[in-house]
């Protein structure tokens, strides 16, 4: 019997996050919902804690609203959410209250599963959602996250999977954001990873930044996973995920089943070009491996997205010809550290502290305050060691942090005490995803989300057509052939 392979889209969240800064809109998705909730996939991700913020502050729209209307159009559809640890969002740990309220409001909206993540591995921060997710009824996913460092070996990544797995998860994730991973290492990584969790669904999920994810993928089947995370075409390769009928063409190529729709994916492809059209977004191309490209970028691993932030401060003082020179030193940066995933908070404690570092003159000359409790202890357990000479500058002596300490301080009652009435909890999340100024503009600016059925592709044609200036009128001839008659203005 031939293995089977299973394709969860991320089309919707990570892969719009990696190409469109979390900027496409409800009614991009709503047309195509449909045909999503028809194709075959195991799951699709609808949501991560940027989700919430990026549709309330930048598009006017209700994320919660969004849930339910995706949910009405993909009744047969797995619905997935990425959770960022014990801060759900941002940089600041949430109370167990406030995390259990999520996971119940996720629930009511239509999600069916959630995968947990940290940016330090550390399950400390994770076992309160796990416990919860799993005594509500949630699929917990345990989310490992990979980085090119000396301290990410196989055996570390095969330990924290067991540990997972020892605390009840129902899937495990080898996670490789920054797109580093190259095949051989991800056929023994996760080789190693099988081995330590048994028969527990192992999913994998690689970025393509550096040009690697095609065979990394290839590998990956090969060393017995499960599940592939992919995005339609048109969002995926670039710094995205692959693409899904990329990914099943290769799995069937590796005598692999694949229960997918190809010509449901067909269509998602299509209408996403369309979308991607509309709005003047760049469909990117695969990238091919670059060996100087990859020396350069596996230093520092920092997500693109920062990476153009960084160039905007050091422009903003003429400095943007020193770019080199700050992610040589964020290289140098995380490795003092010890090796944190590149994700917020902890990719801007880095390259933050780099371009610092490099217009001061002087290494951690005046370090902000979230890095000095970083060296505390307050977000966790550092996955390698921290260099102790910049522990020592960073902590000035100051004891040791729990990072759990007071979140069995139930914060609720004293939230809707001073800041209540809410209209729901949605609301009440809402409130807490944003500072009250932003959260009063969302209030006073949301916008209805516009649900329209999706134009035949005739009809597209003919409203680009007449987008024209020098075209009068377009004759469409209905029959075995498309024929189309233009006429000049």
């Not at 691993?301 to 990476?307: A, K, R, S, V």
């Not at 522990?391 to 100051?398: E, I, T, V, Y």
Request: hydrophobic share 40%; aromatic share 8%; proline share 6%.
């Amino acid at each position: 019997m031939a293995k089977k392979i299973k394709l969860l889209d991320e089309t919707l969240r990570n892969a719009q996050q990696s190409l469109w800064a979390t900027r496409m809109r409800t009614e991009s998705m709503l047309p195509i919902a449909d045909v999503i909730d028809r194709a075959g996939f195991d799951t699709v991700c609808v949501a991560a804690g940027v989700t919430f913020e990026s549709a309330a502050m930048f598009l006017n729209e209700d994320p919660w609203e969004r849930m339910r209307l995706l949910r009405r159009r993909m009744p047969e559809t797995r619905f997935d959410v990425l959770v960022r640890a014990r801060n759900l969002w941002g940089w600041k740990a949430q109370p167990y209250d406030v995390q259990t309220l999520f996971l119940e409001t996720l629930l009511r909206n239509g999600v069916d599963s959630f995968k947990l993540f940290d940016g330090l591995n550390d399950l400390r921060n994770m076992d309160h959602l796990l416990a919860e997710g799993r005594r509500l009824g949630f699929k917990v996913k345990g989310f490992v996250g990979f980085n090119d460092s000396p301290a990410h070996t196989d055996a570390y990544l095969a330990a924290k999977a067991r540990e997972f797995v020892d605390r009840g998860v129902h899937a495990l994730v080898i996670s490789d954001s920054p797109g580093v991973m190259k095949p051989e290492r991800a056929y023994a990584s996760l080789s190693a990873v099988r081995k330590a969790i048994g028969d527990t669904e192992l999913h994998f999920h690689c970025h393509t930044t550096a040009g690697l994810g095609r065979e990394a993928c290839r590998q990956a089947i090969r060393a017995d996973v499960d599940v592939i995370w992919t995005a339609a075409r048109p969002l995926a390769w670039g710094s995205a995920l692959p693409a899904a009928r990329d990914i099943a063409a290769m799995a069937r190529e590796e005598g692999c089943e694949v229960d997918v729709d190809d010509a449901a994916l067909a269509e998602i492809d299509d209408w996403f070009y369309w979308v991607a059209h509309k709005q003047g977004k760049p469909v990117p191309v695969e990238k091919p491996f670059d060996p100087a490209f990859y020396q350069s970028y596996v230093g520092h691993q920092i997500p693109g997205g920062m990476i153009s932030n960084l160039v905007q401060q050091l422009k903003d003082r003429g400095l943007e010809d020193r770019l080199p020179e700050v992610l040589e030193e964020a290289g140098r940066v995380r490795q003092e550290l010890g090796y944190p995933h590149m994700s917020t908070p902890f990719s801007q404690f880095v390259g933050v502290q780099a371009v610092m570092n490099v217009i001061q003159g002087e290494r951690y000359a005046s370090p902000p305050e979230a890095l000095r409790l970083y060296a505390r202890g307050a977000f966790g357990e550092t996955i390698a060691s921290m260099d102790q000479n910049i522990r020592d500058l960073l902590s000035q002596g100051a004891a040791d942090i729990n990072p759990l300490e007071g979140l069995d301080e139930p914060a609720l009652p004293k939230i809707r005490a001073e800041y209540g009435p809410f209209d729901s909890d949605e609301d009440l999340l809402m409130f807490l995803f944003m500072h009250p100024a932003a959260y009063q503009d969302f209030r006073k600016n949301r916008q209805p989300i516009v649900s329209k059925p999706r134009l035949h592709p005739v009809a597209c044609l003919a409203e680009e057509l007449m987008a024209r200036p020098n075209i009068a009128s377009v004759e469409v001839g209905h029959g075995p052939d498309l024929s189309l008659a233009l006429k000049n203005a």
